[in-house]
Antibody, heavy 121, light 111 residues
Framework: QLQLQESGPGLVKPSDTLSLTCTVS??????????WGWIRQPPGKGLEWIGS???????YYNPSLKSRVTVSVDTSQNQFSLKLTSVTAADTAAYYC?????????????WGQGTMVTVSS | QSVLTQPPSASGTPGQRVTISCSGS????????VSWYQQLPGTAPKLLIY???QRPSGVPDRFSGSKSATSASLAISGLQSEDEADYYC????????????FGGGTKLTVL
């Protein structure tokens, strides 16, 4: 059964770069059917989509975050990653990775459990 | 400010039917299908409805979705206490090279 697991530091200093990895198990990340995405949720607030990519490295980004975000894929490790630069307290959130259907009835059908990242000195 | 607009709260008593609305625009709901997500307290969101009205395997048929023009709705019939959760709508938006957009979420309280 497909599972996604986020990993990375739980604490990041202001102005530093937040880096997270999502490990996909139970299936190959190299499928033409899917994109692999990142979504975040500040404490007590709603969901915000950050960006996604496919195994070929084609990417889509949230226009409001695009200047600070990079998503990348490592097919040999069945992983994809998120980098968010110049973080501030406003980037404190639970970060989720998810599988996105790339065509047809698009949706985010499988989610990781999430990892909390706090931006603080 | 979310691109898709949902009411911040909704409520109902056990057994009732409740609906949650989601309003968008031509570039998102008007063109693409809507998905709904249920987030129980302290857990990750879970796909509830996709393709505006399709239920994934395992989702009870008490949950249903619909779409008309630039709006969508989630209906929950036979409300149960375990349905108390936050509900989010989402759609692909074709503007600005394409990106996902979410509603602000609706907190459903079972009275």
């Amino acid at each position: 059964q497909l599972q996604l697991q986020e990993s990375g530091p739980g604490l990041v200093k202001p102005s530093d770069t937040l880096s997270l990895t999502c490990t996909v198990s139970g299936d190959s990340i190299s499928s033409t059917n899917y994109f692999w995405g990142w979504i975040r949720q500040p404490p007590g607030k709603g969901l915000e989509w950050i960006g996604s990519l496919n195994f070929r490295g084609s990417t889509y980004y949230n226009p409001s975050l695009k200047s600070r975000v990079t998503v990348s894929v490592d097919t040999s490790q069945n992983q994809f990653s998120l980098k968010l630069t110049s973080v501030t307290a406003a980037d404190t959130a639970a970060y989720y990775c998810a599988r996105e259907w790339a065509s047809g009835l698009v949706r985010m059908d499988l989610w990781g459990q999430g990892t909390m990242v706090t931006v603080s000195s | 400010q979310s691109v898709l607009t949902q009411p911040p709260s909704a409520s109902g008593t056990p057994g009732q039917r409740v609906t949650i609305s989601c309003s968008g625009s031509n570039s998102n709901i008007g063109t693409n299908s809507v998905s709904w997500y249920q987030q129980l307290p302290g857990t990750a969101p879970k796909l509830l409805i996709y393709g505006s009205d399709q239920r994934p395997s395992g989702v009870p048929d008490r949950f249903s979705g619909s779409k008309s023009a630039t709006s969508a709705s989630l209906a929950i019939s036979g409300l149960q206490s375990e349905d108390e959760a936050d509900y989010y709508c989402a759609a692909w938006d074709d503007s600005l090279n394409g990106h996902w957009v979410f509603g602000g979420g609706t907190k459903l309280t079972v009275l």
